[in-house]
């Protein structure tokens, strides 16, 4: 492989390598913004105030309806409520979702480019063992009659091939 096509397979690798960590980046960052929802989801919380000596609300997903599935405002109360809203969480969760898609083209695209990189350096080398080794069993006769002449840059014929002359 020439200076140039090296210099531009290393370029190839290393902007594989940089879509990549921009994948994990962006992936990490939704995946933290996914985790944050899940904790104001899931997790009971308590509410501290100056007048009261912390109230315990529950999870907006784990609360007790009662007989009449009552919503979360009726259920637990509206300062529970106003405490967990859920536009914060659906904005948060709108953010994500470009995040990770994004993250993950980006993710996928650099590992596309660097296996499509090694897949192609591995080829040349098999190809150069196989030209090495395919070179190295042929007797020399076989060699200078199937390729080439080095002397007149023809190519030679093999013995016994109608057109060529005998020795």
């Known amino acids: 492989m020439s200076n140039l096509a090296q210099m531009y397979d290393k370029e190839f690798r290393q902007w594989g390598e940089r879509r990549q960590g921009w994948g994990c980046v962006l992936l990490a960052a939704a995946g933290m913004i996914w985790l944050w929802l899940a904790y104001l989801l899931f997790l009971p919380f308590q509410l501290d105030s100056h007048r009261t000596s912390g109230d315990t609300c529950e999870s907006r997903v784990f609360y007790d309806e009662g007989k009449n599935n009552a919503s979360y405002r009726s259920a ?4 529970c409520d106003r405490e967990r809203d859920l536009a914060p969480m659906l904005a948060g969760l ?9 993250g993950t083209s980006l993710y996928a695209t650099g590992t596309a480019t660097i296996r ?13 063992e196989d030209v090495q ?23 030679a014929s093999e013995p016994g091939q109608a057109g060529s002359q005998a020795p």
């Open 133 to 155: 080794s395919a070179s190295a069993s042929k007797p020399a006769w076989h060699r200078r009659a199937s390729g080439t002449s080095a002397e007149s840059g023809q190519e």
């Open 94 to 102: 709108l953010v994500s979702i470009p995040l990770a898609a994004i």
């Open 76 to 79: 637990e109360g509206e300062r």
């Open 116 to 128: 499509t990189s090694m897949y192609r350096e591995k080829l040349e080398q098999l190809e150069l």
